[in-house]
């Protein structure tokens, strides 16, 4: 049974690329990357879609700042609509999905976030956990809520954090970590082994 996926995403699209190759490499279970979204017309998840014959689509924001306007997400909404997905993935995607985005698509939309929520939620969560000296971060797969990275969370890696790490080493630490969580959840998911909470 076919589980169609969107991603969406600001940057370079490392989350995306790892979801992909796990997709090629026939390890997503039933999950197959229908398409890629992104609020930011030159980001390097856009290239993907080229590399791995997806839809790749840059879709107008609206405006500079952390939300899309009311027209933007409309055109977000209806778009990713017309791929008819089982599971959205905000891979990186830098903006605050409100409330209507969510019941669009609700028990459908994962958040990945560079922390072990609930603690250093929002932006920077890597910073957030180096600056306050914490022995072990890591990162989060939670389900999307109105209520910013405080979602039910699905599961979670661990990263130790060692005298010797800078903010750099840190990241790229936390980095490898969302490279296996996010495509064993997904996996999960396509396969029926996870829910979402209100189901």
């Known amino acids: 049974m076919s589980y169609p996926i969107v991603i969406l995403g600001s940057g370079r699209g490392t989350n995306a690329e790892a979801l992909l190759k796990a997709e090629s490499q026939k390890k997503l279970g039933a999950a197959k990357i229908a398409a890629i979204v992104s609020d930011q017309p030159e980001a390097g998840i856009l290239a993907l ?15 500079q700042g952390a939300r899309l306007t009311d ?3 409309q055109a977000y909404i209806e778009r990713i609509q017309s791929f ?3 599971l959205i993935v905000l891979a990186g995607f830098m903006r605050i999905i409100r409330r209507p985005f969510i019941e669009a698509f609700e028990g459908c939309m994962i958040n990945l976030h560079p922390s072990l929520l609930p603690s250093f939620p929002g932006i920077n969560g890597v910073r957030q956990a180096y600056d306050y000296g914490v022995k072990i971060s890591g990162c989060t797969v939670h389900w999307v809520t109105p209520e910013l990275d405080a979602g039910p969370i699905i599961d979670q890696k661990e990263v130790r954090v060692d005298e010797t790490d800078t903010l750099d080493i840190l990241s790229k630490k936390i980095h490898i970590a969302e490279h296996t969580l996010l495509p064993d959840v997904v996996t999960r998911l396509s396969k029926g082994k996870l829910s979402p909470p209100n189901k």
């Open 71 to 73: 027209a933007a997400e």
């Open 49 to 63: 879609g080229q590399k791995y014959q997806v839809p790749a689509i840059f879709i107008d924001p609206g405006q």
């Open 84 to 86: 008819s997905p089982k």
